[in-house]
């Protein structure tokens, strides 16, 4: 399995900016598609964003025109600029990893981070 580590949350008051960022280790990068899912308290995680390999990207309906997803292969990381956040944003954020094509759906995923809090303030 692949390792990942999240980086990049933090504070930041409504309208802000932040861009998190998701170390992989371990086995190849090569050929994985990478997520970004949050978890708000007392909710189910859901999906934020997912890249493919090669490039091809997918969004939530809440993340869409504000939140950019990519990656760096040759780093083995992958980013998730966030912008005009808004206090509803605030989660906890995960990366998560599969060996396949990029996917919305949060079992399709095996590898996944620790996670790294997004705390938003009106």
């Known amino acids: 399995q692949v390792q990942l580590v999240e980086s990049g949350g933090g504070l930041v008051q409504a309208g802000g900016s932040l861009r998190l960022s998701c170390a992989a280790s371990?086995?190849?990068?090569?050929?994985?598609?990478m997520g970004w899912f949050r978890q708000a308290p007392a909710k189910e995680r859901e999906f934020v964003a997912a890249i493919s390999w090669s490039g091809g990207k997918i969004y939530s309906t809440n993340s869409l025109g504000r939140f950019t997803i990519s990656r760096d292969n040759d780093k083995n990381t992958v980013y998730l600029q966030m912008n005009s956040l808004k206090p509803e944003d605030t989660a906890v954020y995960y990366c998560?990893?599969?060996?396949?094509?990029?996917?919305?759906?949060?079992?399709?995923?095996?590898?996944w981070g620790q996670g790294t809090q997004v705390t938003v303030s009106s």
């Open positions: 371990g086995r190849t990068f090569s050929g994985y598609a």
């Open positions: 998560a990893a599969r060996p396949s094509t990029a996917s919305t759906r949060r079992v399709d995923y095996a590898s």
